[in-house]
C-alpha cells in the first residue's frame, strides 16, 4: 500500500482515464466495485489483488471484508465495457488496457 500511495501521491491522484477494480466481500461472496473516484483508490486496488493466504484481506468503514475479486471472475471486462459506455455511442470506439500479472507469455492478438 506504501508503495502505491508513493506512485499516486507523486501524479497528485490524477487519474487520467476510468479505472475499474474489483473485490469479494469474505463475508457473504458479494462482488465489489471500485471506479477512479472511490474514496481510497489505494485501498480499492489493494482490495482487487488481496490474493487469499498471499496477500491480507481489507476491510472497510462499512464491515465489507474484501479478498482478491479474481476469486469470483477473473478479468470482469463487462464492468469495464459497461463504464466505456457511459462515454462513447458505439463499442468500436472502446479501447481497453487491461493489465495482466503472470509470467505466462500472451499470444499477439490477431482478430
Known amino acids: 500500500m506504501d508503495f502505491l500511495r508513493g506512485v499516486f501521491e507523486e501524479f497528485s491522484y490524477d487519474i487520467k482515464r476510468k479505472i475499474?477494480?474489483?473485490?469479494?466481500?469474505v463475508q457473504d461472496?458479494?462482488?465489489?466495485?471500485?471506479?477512479?473516484?472511490?474514496?481510497?483508490?489505494?485501498?480499492?486496488?489493494?482490495?482487487?489483488?488481496?490474493i487469499p493466504a498471499i496477500f491480507?484481506?481489507?476491510?472497510?468503514?462499512?464491515?465489507?471484508?474484501?479478498?482478491?475479486g479474481g476469486t469470483v471472475w477473473n478479468t470482469n471486462l463487462v464492468s469495464a465495457v459497461e463504464r466505456c459506455r457511459e462515454l462513447v455511442?458505439?463499442?468500436?470506439?472502446?479501447?481497453?488496457?487491461?493489465?495482466?500479472?503472470?509470467?505466462?507469455?500472451?499470444?499477439?492478438?490477431?482478430?
Do not use: R
Not at 475499474?20 to 466481500?25: G, H, K, N, P, Q
Not at 461472496?29 to 489505494?42: A, K, Q
Open 89 to 111: 455511442d458505439d463499442d468500436s470506439k472502446i479501447t481497453m488496457d487491461i493489465m495482466v500479472c503472470d509470467d505466462n507469455d500472451l499470444d499477439a492478438w490477431t482478430s
Open 29 to 50: 461472496g458479494s462482488y465489489h466495485l471500485f471506479y477512479e473516484n472511490t474514496t481510497d483508490i489505494v485501498k480499492a486496488i489493494t482490495s482487487s489483488a488481496s
Open 20 to 25: 475499474t477494480v474489483s473485490c469479494v466481500d
Open 56 to 68: 491480507p484481506h481489507q476491510v472497510w468503514s462499512d464491515g465489507v471484508v474484501c479478498m482478491d
